[in-house]
């Protein structure tokens, strides 16, 4: 089966820094989920890449896939507090079938004044 | 409609007690899935609905868990007969069927069994 492993697994920056959450799989990425998390609600949908080389960008946050490495990084520029929260990526099992999701364990950011 | 709405949120019940969540997914979406996540963990797939036909079931659902979606539109869970170890996020997802289309979680149903 396929796991994901996320780093770091935890996270602390001051306001303003950048930063990197990189996810890496055991299996090849066929699809791969980027999602935010407030500690016990639901999955904020962030961004989803497909293609290898793919990148995509959402306000201050830039997501890439890497599909030789078969790992996928999400950059956050200019971090602010309401970045705070769990960075979760998931991944298809299968090329075109968007059936479930294998998820990571989560990155937890804290941004500082 | 404008995402994917579940209840309750929170459910405080005695081991041995059987509870039942509801999920309603976005109005056009045929897949509906049930995910269960734990404190420090990331979400676990439970299930995965097309329309009303329950197309894959985890080993994680044990014989006290059931999942419907008769009409092909609103989703239960039911766990019979609950354990503390049942205490979790219980999430529930809908997108379209092709690959590529957004999966859209809702904002999950709290279980704590005591």
């Known amino acids: 089966s396929q796991e994901l492993e996320q780093s770091p697994q935890s996270l602390i920056v001051q306001e303003g820094k950048n930063l990197t959450i990189n996810c890496t799989s055991s299996k090849t990425l066929y699809g791969l989920y980027w999602y935010k998390q407030k500690y016990g609600e639901g999955l904020i949908f962030l961004m989803m890449l497909q293609k290898g080389g793919e990148e995509k960008s959402h306000e201050k946050i830039t997501a890439k896939l890497d599909e030789k490495k078969q790992q996928s990084s999400l950059h956050i520029t200019a971090s602010q507090p309401s970045h705070a929260g769990i960075y979760l990526c998931g991944a298809d099992p299968k090329a075109g079938t968007a059936s479930k999701l294998t998820f990571g364990t989560g990155t937890r950011l804290q941004v500082t004044l | 409609d404008t995402g994917v709405s579940q209840n309750p949120r929170h459910k405080i019940t005695k081991r041995g007690q059987n509870v039942t969540f509801r999920c309603d997914p976005i109005?056009?979406?045929?897949?509906l899935y049930w995910y269960r996540q734990t404190l420090g963990q990331g979400p676990e797939f439970l299930t995965y609905f097309q329309n009303e036909a329950q197309l894959e079931k985890s080993r994680l659902l044990s014989d006290r868990f059931s999942a419907e979606r008769p009409k092909g539109s609103f989703s239960t869970l039911e766990i019979q007969r609950t354990e503390q170890g049942d205490s979790a996020m219980y999430l529930c997802a809908s997108s379209l069927p092709r690959a590529g289309n957004t999966i859209y979680f809702g904002e999950g149903s709290w279980l704590t069994v005591v």
């Open positions: 109005s056009e979406h045929n897949r």
